[in-house]
């Protein structure tokens, strides 16, 4: 794990060494300067002469002026490197996300990988900074001030041996006992982002079923979930300031207490004022070295959790991905797809198949239609096609190749999907489009969209191609929505275009409309239409009948209606059974 985010540090590494490297330099300084205060105050104490004192004034503005320096520009090396690290832990993850396939993401939720990118990298990159800067300043200036202590008590001294030992037991089992707290609560925090991402999502819901104070209320629960235990752990971490203001106050009095006997019995002989002064102040430097280095054990145990589940992420392998470059397809001959044999279950449930012993073939260029009852693994057969799953058994072969054989990138350019679920993004309408196809003009727009039906609510808009769409394209209706994602798949110009019920919320004259465009903008091109209507296939080549994941029939509108019972039915109860049954 450690050398897997260590690997992200990358640009920053100077900045990274250079920092326990400066403040190893800041604390020698500081460290000295009660050493050479002592000096200086029994030099005033004795009456030395003004240029002695003098000297001796101007060592301790060197010193710390140069501790200042040293401490400064760690501050500044430190948070370049922790910014850097995180900001590159960020990309990684992203581009590692970007690269997952579909069965990655189903194993994922979506407010587990946020809450990872946000709140995760930022423990771990908290931690990162103190590791580098307070991780080294803390043990080193407690072992430093020991060293000093010692040469300059005396017996005044031992009371380290002591204080330090209840002091460091104490806070290692103060964090100890927190630790577990606050592990659970990274999982609650899932689980309500979880909530915050589903009430955001499906808004217009809550509103149109007025649920609006039971999402509240689940809300609530999430949060006061995590509340309780973040104040356990808080609280256990509260003993820490009571412990240590104890142990420096018992110090305290101690040293001036004992030192100031020591002075009076022996007359200075033994110890002097400039003695206990500096004696105060290592005492505070061991002791708050102790209560950083308690507060860096909670937040290095913290971040390794956080850690833990970020390297889960970047370790996590997509099941799909290209061949080795010199073995790879990289041009698909034709739209033709075939289907040997295939089986296909998802990993969630592997036991349960989707897809049974799947076998068919589709010329090049023909117009399919897929039709079948909900769940009957239609959106799973088409999304086989583009490698977005791997069949369990059998094989999918796309131009007379097995899609494994080819490059992804090459491949997923050559099949189009307009999916289920329409996804545009914040920006313009011509920026949508240009997802399509990133060089098109805007005469090839204009194109694309006329044949899906799209130009003409796009002249409407103020700005026509440079109308912005809102997040998650709010402020267009579902059939927009639609008609700009098949214009978008139109500009792609692929062998093979998909469409998973993506004309369910236009009208039925537009669906036909879309339909011819296609048929004479791309005769070369292979289209699947999965439909619930039989109206948006009965003119297909040849349309599929999916039952329970097999195939029940294939033929013409024609055939079928002659042949089969359950286009039949669909067909019927489409075109004279909704009065019938009061629908």
């Not at 004192?53 to 140069?66: D, H, K, N, Q, T």
């Not at 995760?120 to 060293?147: E, S, Y």
């Not at 955001?200 to 999402?215: A, N, P």
């Amino acid at each position: 794990m450690i050398r897997k985010l260590a690997s992200t540090i990358r640009q920053y590494r100077t900045s990274t060494i250079a920092t326990p490297l400066l403040v190893m330099c800041e604390v020698i300084l500081e460290c000295t300067i009660p050493f050479y205060m002592a000096e200086l105050i029994n030099r005033i104490s004795a009456g030395d002469e003004v240029s002695d004192i003098a000297r001796f004034g101007g060592i301790l503005v060197v010193m710390a002026l140069g501790s200042l320096a040293f401490g400064m520009i760690a501050g500044f090396t430190s948070a370049t490197a922790s910014c850097g690290f995180g900001r590159n832990l960020r990309s990684d993850m992203y581009a590692a996300v970007n690269d997952f396939s579909f069965d990655n993401i189903d194993r994922f939720s979506t407010s587990s990988l946020v809450t990872r990118m946000t709140t995760d990298i930022t423990n771990v990159q908290n931690a990162f900074m103190m590791l580098t800067r307070i991780a080294v300043r803390a043990p080193f200036m407690m072992i430093f001030a020991f060293i000093m202590a010692f040469r300059l008590g005396g017996r005044m001294a031992w009371i380290f041996v002591v204080v330090v030992p209840i002091l460091g037991g104490t806070l290692v089992r103060v964090a100890y006992i927190a630790m577990p707290l606050f592990r659970r609560i990274f999982k609650k925090y899932d689980r309500m982002n979880e909530s915050i991402e589903e009430n955001i999502v499906g808004m217009r819901v809550v509103k149109s079923f007025v649920r609006e104070d039971f999402e509240e209320h689940k809300f609530d629960v999430a949060s006061e979930d995590v509340r309780k235990d973040f104040t356990k752990a808080e609280k256990i971490l509260a003993w820490n300031q009571p412990v240590m203001q104890f142990c420096l106050y018992a110090v305290m009095v101690f040293v001036l207490s004992f030192g100031s006997y020591v002075v009076i019995t022996t007359r200075g002989i033994e110890a002097n004022i400039g003695q206990i002064s500096a004696m105060l102040t290592y005492s505070f430097m061991i002791l708050s070295s102790l209560m950083m280095t308690s507060m860096i054990f909670v937040m290095v145990t913290l971040a390794s959790e956080s850690a833990n589940r970020i390297v889960e992420v970047l370790d996590a392998k997509s099941d799909i991905t290209s061949p080795d470059p010199e073995n790879a397809c990289e041009s698909v001959a034709d739209g033709s797809i075939e289907f040997d044999h295939v089986d296909f279950a998802y990993q969630g449930n592997p036991d349960n198949k989707v897809l049974t012993d799947v076998t068919l073939k589709i010329e090049s260029g023909k117009t399919v239609g897929i039709i079948g009852s909900t769940g009957s693994g239609k959106s799973s057969l088409v999304q086989l096609i583009p490698r977005l799953y791997d069949p369990v058994a059998g094989s999918v072969k796309v131009g007379g190749v097995n899609v494994k054989e080819y490059d992804l990138d090459v491949l997923r350019k050559n099949v189009a999907m307009v999916l289920q679920k329409n996804v545009l993004f914040e920006g313009t309408i011509a920026e949508n489009l240009r997802w399509g196809n990133p060089d098109a003009t805007l005469d090839e727009m204009k194109e694309a969209c006329h044949l899906a039906c799209a130009d003409e609510f796009i002249e409407s808009k103020e700005g026509g191609y440079e109308y912005r769409i809102d997040h998650g394209g709010v402020n267009i209706s579902g059939g927009q929505k639609q008609r700009l994602c098949i214009a978008r798949a139109l500009l792609a110009k692929p062998k093979i275009i998909i469409f998973d019920d993506s004309t369910s919320a236009v009208d039925t004259r537009t669906d036909a409309m879309i339909r011819k465009g296609m048929r004479e903008y791309i005769p070369e091109t292979t289209k699947l239409i999965i439909a619930q209507r039989t109206a948006s296939v009965e003119d297909a080549d040849m349309i599929i009948v999916i039952d329970e994941g097999r195939i029940n029939a294939i033929g013409t509108h024609k055939e079928l209606l002659k042949n089969n019972d359950i286009y039949r039915e669909i067909y019927e109860s489409q075109n004279k059974g909704g009065d019938d049954d009061g629908r």
